[in-house]
């Protein structure tokens, strides 16, 4: 298992590195029209990094096997926190989002923690149902389905339709692999369904990002301008890209340039081989990830490896294929390489838990 842990950890630092490098070359110049400072972006998001290590480490020193026993409150404090979001002149608003806590200078955006928590939560639940019991729909099932619809109702009335949707997956994926039967997600999902139409088709702003996804081109100075933008910055880098800071679409042409679409930048930038590098990348971090679901110590250990590598690749996945144009635009940063503070913070500490669960792994299998 040593060998899994150095893979995984060299595969995050060199996705940091590339983000901190790519961050200060997408904002270097904004940051300089905005703030005077062409380095204001980099050393917020060094500091991040610094804060994330800590945490990150501090994760590791603690057995996680004693994380269990506070899933409950860890539940209970994120809906407090979601809740609390919702009181006024407590939040912060951006574009008529209330996602943020302001706190000294810096956001903390509590679904980051809330996504985390129910993750613990459905880990420690299923490891003490066991199999038997998760087939059943009202024991074993049903429980882990009402958490995530109170913590999913709180962040879609923010509104954050794109983390429900990845949270709602993980859930799911983590549901199966401990046995629930398919016909009960089947059920949640014929459930979800209208919901999500109604959702998607019932707000303006969503509805015209389908219409975009479908046709950019219909609309291609408002809600196709990202799409379209983002195929301009992939398609003029070519294989060996311009050139890394010579990108023309950070020049105020493609709208977060450095949190959403920082995978159009580095395409632009560093070419079709580094984009593709990223996503071998991601895919070594789940098959050493998966490797620790399958030797971890204890069934806890299991799904909490299992929530942690498909929170961060499923992620990983819907923003270079919004980013491609493979789904429509959802908001969700790159993992370790977007800007952002509490993405990359509990990205980090997602990372502490999946090296804890190696650890104690390791030890096991050497006694």
């Avoid at 903390?108 to 149902?129: D, N, R």
């Avoid at 074993?140 to 913590?151: A, D, E, R, T």
């Avoid at 980013?323 to 370790?336: D, E, H, M, Y």
Wanted: one cysteine or more.
């Amino acid at each position: 298992m040593r060998k899994i842990r150095i893979y995984l950890l060299m595969v995050v630092l060199t996705l940091i590195a590339i983000g901190v490098v790519m961050i200060y070359s997408s904002t270097a110049i904004y940051a300089w029209e905005r703030f005077k400072d062409g380095a204001y972006f980099l050393k917020r998001q060094l500091l991040f990094v610094f804060i994330g290590a800590l945490a990150c480490v501090s994760v590791m020193a603690v057995d996680y096997r004693k994380l269990g026993r506070y899933a409950k409150v860890l539940v209970l404090l994120s809906l407090f926190l979601l809740l609390l979001l919702h009181l006024p002149g407590v939040s912060r608003e951006i574009s008529g989002a209330k996602r943020w806590f302001r706190i000294m200078g810096f956001s903390f955006q509590p679904s980051e923690f809330a996504s985390l928590a129910v993750i613990i939560y459905t880990a420690f639940f299923l490891s003490v149902k066991g199999n038997q019991r998760i087939e059943h729909f009202t024991f074993g099932f049903l429980p882990v389905i009402v958490v995530l619809g109170m913590v999913s109702l709180l962040i879609l009335v923010q509104p954050d339709l794109g983390t429900v949707i990845a949270l709602s997956m993980v859930v799911l994926i983590m549901l199966f692999s401990a046995g629930a039967r398919l016909r009960h997600i089947l059920y949640i999902g014929l459930l979800a369904a209208p919901v999500l139409y109604l959702l998607v088709f019932s707000v303006p702003y969503r509805f015209k990002r389908i219409m975009a996804f479908i046709n950019p081109w219909a609309d291609p100075l408002g809600s196709g301008f990202q799409l379209i933008q983002s195929q301009v910055a992939l398609g003029s880098g070519g294989i060996f890209g311009k050139g890394l800071g010579k990108s023309m679409q950070k020049l105020f042409y493609l709208p977060a340039a450095h949190t959403d679409f920082i995978f159009s930048i580095i395409g632009e930038e560093l070419g079709l081989l580094a984009a593709l590098a990223i996503v071998a990348l991601f895919v070594i971090f789940f098959i050493n990830g998966a490797k620790v679901v399958k030797r971890a110590s204890d069934s806890f250990g299991a799904f909490l490896s299992l929530g942690i590598i498909s929170l961060i690749s499923l992620k990983a996945v819907i923003n270079i294929g919004v980013s491609t144009a493979i789904f429509p635009t959802k908001g969700l940063p790159l993992p370790f390489i977007s800007y952002g503070g509490s993405s990359l913070v509990f990205d980090m500490i997602g990372v502490g838990l999946l090296l804890n669960v190696a650890r104690f792994s390791r030890q096991k299998l050497e006694a």
